[in-house]
């Protein structure tokens, strides 16, 4: 575990020297973030004009797991993206060999290598809108918000766990850089609770693709509203989506073949 | 230290022919076809040795290399690499063997080689205590100097190989695999990246196994080579066997001060070129030394120069020779 | 001068037709990552179950969003991407020394991911339709005015794009500009929520922007909800800003950058 910390400063005292070459970045990623935070925000005040509730859930509860929504969304595009969504890169330019040389599992150097410090607005922003919403609604307790991390981790593993299974495919299909809209494209659904959806998509969304996991029962804990069967399965799927993208990753290092011969 | 058993590598690509209607026909069924890139070769190398791998493009060398460092994962047969299975990937394997890819670098473009050199401190978990001892005695046989705090894109094609060189050497491998580690370097970065590769192997006494289109690194380094084509092993042992063998001629240049005709060159030997002023006369290795003494005597020569034929017209002879008994 | 053009367009689909085959899961990501106007869909339908909402029951909703999805679609274009690859390589100045302006080039390669990407979004909306019952609230009279403002609204999108993609020659940084881009064309368009249901007064500053034009017009025209012209007015008065804007970033990127790739 020691060691493992001392790599991860190992990589991110690397990437952190990048990021600070580029200061512009942090701004850019403060404009975005203001962006992709006003248009969901101008969507629930619309839909909250017409109706009482959103699948059961009153605005601000809709709100905190927006703040979610936000989260991990800069955990997807501003940290997934750049480790394990290179993926398919690293392949094509064969700078994957230089990794599988290393005496350190080669998933991992792939999943952790950077980290984005130009992604902060956008994490400051989130956590600013969840703890709002947690204020507002009179459930910001201790218990709560260790809940939430809780669930937030999970939620977290659970979305790397999608992205390694999807990039890990680049072994057998070179060109796959786009496969991440897979992901974003279903994520969209995360935006709002999964009761806002009927019955069908609810079931599909919880049982075959874990959207409920991801920002539904992380909101729910923070709103003090979790339901307890939800949140013994969210750790279960977590862990065995990590198992399942390591087996993967395993099986598909044998089929790896380099970029030249 | 390298133990080889009848290694194989297959692999399959798309195929796809170019034009219109094949990229349309490309849509609904796409062809795959099976690449034999290594097909049973066998080998061992000894601790200590340095070995040349020779071969023409897409011979399979650097599949090979890539086999042994455990990068690819074979498709059939036995290696062990300091006694390691390497597609087993153990963290003891690849903590013993160091890969260089002339083509390619590990080096963090927008930053110094400095902090790829503490990177693979971190990954390799080497003490501060050997990596400053490394450091020092890497500085000084690369002459690396300042070149570590410069950003790497502002480094030279040579200087950025020293560095690649030294970001693999940090952990103290005990095998080295070189894959063109001279390309597109000129001659003087060349040599000297060749001696530093000759000092390292005597210090370390590390095995190394290198593959060139210079023929003049696998002469400098290397006693023994192995000769590989279309995934075949043709020929493994002495590379002055081969020379023996095969480069059994020299050239000998000549330039006259008066035009000799063709004609009266022939007593000398076998005329490559000859245009009165200039000459080229090839002649066997033993008789270079008499003959050019007849040819100085006899003949207005202005200057005259003995070549040896250039290892790659001698590999490329062999070739099409096809497989020698050895 | 005619001719050498349509030989040159001629070459450069087949080649961005075989790439696009070639890449064609990529094509068809495109149209995944689009999909946020169904999600937008089942959402109001779901609100709207029991009651109709701000005037719409589901099969209203049904209409709205299946036609604005097909109008995103057809907004989709990836010029900023390209130019950005290219300048990164350092391959685009080939570009700037061909004798056709790299505009027609990146359109055919639009058109040959359309040519691919149609069908399947033609018949995504149709049958979505079809099971709602959200065609009974197209006026079918207005379906030849539809069809061409959804062809304004791709060049308008196209040519905004490549706009920006130009901007790219000076600064990498543009790039992000394309998803601010696109956040706006689908809030402000209306692929999110039916604008109306917006205050009168959010609508009107909303309206001088480019994005209701481009999603939002064409379906209330479809339903026969506004008439035709200023929507049309509006659509070509911003092409021709668009067109305007990138010839002009043009002509100074090939002054600057010719000079230097000379």
Redesign the interface.
């Known amino acids: 575990m020691r060691r493992m910390l001392q790599l991860v400063r190992a990589f991110w005292a690397n990437s952190l020297a990048l990021d600070l070459e580029y200061r512009?970045?942090f701004l850019?990623s403060a404009?975005?973030a203001l962006?992709?935070f006003g248009?969901g925000l101008?969507?629930l005040q619309?839909?909250f004009?017409?109706?009482q509730s959103?699948?059961g859930w009153t605005f601000h509860q809709a709100l905190a797991l927006y703040g979610i929504y936000l989260l991990l969304e800069e955990f997807a595009s501003g940290f997934l993206a750049f480790n394990i969504g290179s993926l398919p890169e690293l392949i094509r330019r064969g700078d994957l060999d230089f990794i599988l040389l290393k005496p350190v599992n080669s998933q991992l150097q792939v999943s952790i290598r950077h980290f984005r410090i130009v992604g902060l607005p956008a994490y400051l922003l989130a956590l600013g809108i969840l703890g709002y919403a947690m204020a507002a609604m009179g459930s910001l307790t201790v218990a709560n918000v260790l809940l939430l991390i809780a669930f937030l981790a999970c939620a977290m593993v659970i979305i790397y766990a999608i992205w390694a299974l999807l990039h890990t495919l680049a072994f057998w299909?070179v060109?796959?850089?786009?496969?991440a809209?897979?992901f974003?494209?279903v994520f969209?659904?995360a935006r709002?609770p999964i009761g806002?959806?009927?019955g069908p998509?609810r079931i599909i969304f919880t049982v075959v693709i874990p959207i409920t996991f991801m920002t539904t029962v992380p909101a729910s804990a923070a709103a003090g509203i979790l339901d307890w069967r939800l949140g013994i399965a969210a750790p279960a799927i977590a862990l065995a989506g990590l198992w399942l993208s390591h087996r993967f990753w395993q099986f598909a290092l044998r089929h790896y073949t380099s970029a030249s011969s | 230290m390298i133990e080889v058993q009848d290694l194989v590598k297959h692999y399959s690509v798309a195929k796809?022919e170019g034009g219109?209607s094949n990229?349309?026909r490309?849509?609904f069924r796409r062809e795959r076809e099976t690449v034999k890139a290594v097909e049973g070769i066998s080998f061992s190398i000894q601790p200590g040795e340095i070995v040349g791998f020779l071969g023409p493009n897409g011979a399979g060398k650097t599949t090979t290399l890539k086999m042994l460092a455990g990068l690819l994962y074979p498709t059939a047969g036995r290696i062990r690499v300091a006694g390691f299975r390497p597609q087993e990937r153990k963290r003891a394997f690849l903590g013993t063997i160091a890969m260089v890819l002339g083509q390619k670098q590990q080096l963090i473009w927008d930053l110094p080689p400095a902090d790829t050199f503490l990177l693979n401190k971190e990954i390799y978990g080497v003490s501060d205590a050997d990596y400053a001892e490394r450091i020092a005695e890497l500085t000084e046989m690369l002459d690396l100097g300042g070149l570590v705090n410069r950003q790497a894109r502002k480094l030279s094609l040579g200087e950025r190989m020293k560095c690649e060189l030294a970001a693999a050497l940090i952990h103290r491998p005990k095998v080295l695999f070189l894959d063109e580690p001279t390309i597109g370097l000129d001659v003087n970065m060349q040599q000297s990246l060749r001696d530093f590769i000759a000092d390292y192997n005597r210090k370390t006494g590390a095995t190394i196994l290198l593959t060139s289109h210079y023929m003049a690194d696998v002469s400098a380094l290397c006693k023994r080579v192995i000769v590989i084509n279309r995934g075949r092993l043709l020929f493994d042992g002495d590379l002055a066997a081969i020379l023996e063998r095969m480069a059994v001629e020299k050239a000998v240049k000549l330039h006259f001060s008066a035009a000799v005709d063709r004609g009266r060159l022939e007593a000398y030997g076998k005329v490559a070129a000859a245009d009165g002023l200039e000459a080229e006369l090839h002649v066997p290795r033993g008789a270079v030394a008499a003959l050019a003494q007849r040819v100085l005597a006899e003949l207005p020569v202005a200057d005259i120069a003995i070549e040896d034929t250039p290892i790659e017209t001698v590999i490329g002879r062999f070739m099409t020779a096809g497989p020698a008994p050895s | 001068m005619i001719a050498p053009v349509l030989r040159y367009c001629r070459a450069c689909f087949?080649a961005s037709?075989?790439i696009m085959?070639?890449?064609?899961?990529?094509v068809f990501?495109?149209i995944?990552?689009?999909?946020?106007p169904l999600?937008?869909m089942?959402?109001w339908?779901?609100?709207a179950?029991d009651a109709p909402?701000?005037g719409r029951d589901p099969k209203a909703f049904s209409f709205y969003f299946l036609t604005a999805f097909l109008a995103t679609q057809c907004c989709i274009a990836w010029v900023v991407w390209n130019v950005d690859y290219q300048v990164r390589n350092g391959t685009y100045a080939i570009q700037l020394l061909r004798p056709f302006d790299p505009w027609f080039a990146e359109l055919i390669e639009n058109v040959s991911a359309y040519v691919l990407r149609m069908p399947l979004n033609v018949l995504i909306t149709a049958a979505g339709l079809l099971l709602s019952g959200g065609w009974e609230l197209i006026v079918p009279g207005r379906l030849p005015a539809f069809l061409l403002a959804l062809l304004l609204s791709w060049q308008l999108m196209f040519n905004t794009n490549y706009a920006l993609a130009l901007l790219c020659l000076w600064s990498e940084?543009a790039k992000?500009a394309d998803?601010?881009i696109y956040?706006?064309l689908?809030?402000l368009g209306g692929a999110?929520?039916p604008l109306d249901?917006?205050s009168p007064g959010a609508r009107a500053v909303i309206a001088w922007t480019p994005f209701p034009w481009m999603v939002n017009f064409p379906v209330e025209l479809l339903a026969g909800g506004v008439p035709p012209f200023p929507g049309f007015a509006m659509q070509a008065a911003w092409l021709a800003v668009m067109v305007a804007f990138h010839r002009i970033l043009w002509a100074r990127g090939r002054k600057r950058f010719g000079a230097v790739g000379g």
């Open positions: 512009i970045d850019i404009v975005t962006f992709s248009t101008l969507v619309v839909m004009r017409y109706s959103l699948g299909l060109r796959i850089e786009n496969i809209q897979i974003y494209a969209e659904v709002f806002a959806f009927p998509m | 796809r219109f990229s349309v490309a849509f | 087949r037709f075989a085959l070639e890449y064609r899961a990529t990501l495109w995944l990552a689009g999909l946020t999600i937008m089942f959402v339908r779901h609100l179950a909402l701000g940084r992000s998803s601010w956040i706006m689908y809030t999110l929520f249901f917006l």
